[in-house]
């Protein structure tokens, strides 16, 4: 009887072993489980995968060309395709309300100055008792300028103290910008990111550059820089420019409507319409419409070349984004909560043009700066600010 009951427990247990694989699954089953529980959210957003992200990314693309900032704009300043020392900071008189920087001609490459003008008192030698106060120069207007915002706005102390502006430096204000190159680089930047638009505006100089660069377009700028070593590749004049067929054009990369927009402005300077002179003699108000009557020349890309080329120190850009959002988190509001609730109300989501105006006013005269320390307020601790 036991012999008989050994042998069936036998049988059932080597039958369990060979058609019943359950058990050792199970406790892998039950981690899947409890691992699925722990992280219910990461599988959610894991199911919404091939929908979300689309959208993210293609939302962030829109904040990209909504959103300038001085990364997008840089182009418009930047000769990147020639290699050359830094210039030495000369001073100069400097005035707030006009072009600061030293233009050379499209035409010729001989330096422009703006017409001088009765030279204006220096704030910073206020306090000192002279005969005659100094002078604002380039080599101390970027100090006073610094001065008068944290004078307006203690909260502007910790900004000024994290981010030096070169832009506006005596070094940044010494270097040559060719009003036509900068011109093209804002058309061309249009729309596309700032790695694209480098690659483009390489390719646009090497069509008139071939023997410069072996025939390698996407070579011309690599980080800013020449990849050809000791080689200066020269912008393309406006009558080189407007000769051009536009389906030449257009191998550089660039739409056809863009194409003709370079067309177009090449031929305001070559009929004069548009010159190194006149960019930097203008009244702000007229040197606003003369850019905009230019086809492909909004507003917000003469604003820009304003202040990033020509040096203007009073430049402030209503419809910048980037502006509005920086402005918005310098004054306290949550930016996060202000986008969710702008969604589909037009550019000013983050603060209006009103309020904006009555902010920025209190930095005249320079509003520039100003504007170029908002696209900055996030990179900085705001806790840390004087209220």
């Not at 069936?8 to 359950?22: E, G, H």
């Amino acid at each position: 009887m036991a012999s008989r009951r050994s042998s069936r427990l036998a049988a059932m247990v080597s039958s369990a072993k060979i058609t019943d694989p359950a058990p050792p699954p199970a406790l892998p089953a039950a981690s899947r489980k409890r691992k699925a529980a722990t992280q219910a959210p990461a599988v959610e957003k894991a199911e919404e995968a091939p929908s979300t992200p689309r959208k993210r990314r293609a939302k962030a693309s829109v904040d990209v060309l909504e959103t300038p900032t001085p990364t997008a704009v840089n182009l418009i300043a930047e000769e990147a395709h020639t290699v050359k020392p830094r210039p030495a900071a000369v001073a100069r008189l400097a005035d707030p309300s006009r072009t600061n920087a030293l233009l050379r001609s499209p035409k010729t490459s001989r330096i422009i100055a703006p017409t001088p003008v009765e030279a204006i008192p220096s704030k910073l030698g206020a306090s000192i008792s002279k005969p005659t106060e100094p002078a604002t120069t380039t080599a101390t207007i970027l100090e006073e300028a610094c001065a008068h915002l944290i004078k307006v706005d203690a909260r502007m102390k910790p900004l000024i103290a994290k981010h030096h502006c070169r832009l506006f430096s005596p070094e940044g204000l010494a270097e040559q910008i060719d009003p036509f190159e900068a011109l093209c680089s804002s058309i061309i930047s249009q729309q596309v990111s700032g790695a694209a638009a480098k690659t483009i505006k390489g390719r646009f100089i090497a069509l008139f550059n071939n023997n410069n660069n072996n025939n390698n377009p996407e070579a011309v700028v690599v980080d800013g820089d020449v990849s050809a070593p000791s080689t200066t590749i020269p912008f393309p004049r406006p009558d080189q420019v407007a000769a051009t067929p536009l389906t030449t054009l257009r191998t550089a990369g660039l739409s056809q409507r863009k194409a003709e927009y370079l067309q177009g402005l090449a031929d305001q300077f070559g009929s004069g319409a548009l010159t190194a002179q006149r960019l930097a003699d203008a009244p702000y108000d007229e040197l606003l419409a003369r850019l905009t009557a230019v086809r492909g020349m909004g507003r917000w890309t003469a604003e820009m070349f304003a202040c990033f080329a020509l040096k203007r120190m009073d430049v402030f850009s209503l419809g910048d984004l980037g502006v509005q959002r920086g402005m918005a988190a310098f004054v306290g509001r949550d930016v996060a909560k202000l986008k969710a609730k702008g969604k589909g109300k037009g550019n000013n989501k983050y603060m209006g043009e009103k309020e904006m105006e009555e902010i920025s006013e209190r930095f005249r005269p320079f509003r520039s700066l100003f504007m170029w320390y908002m696209w900055r307020v996030e990179e900085t601790d705001i806790s840390t600010m004087e209220s």
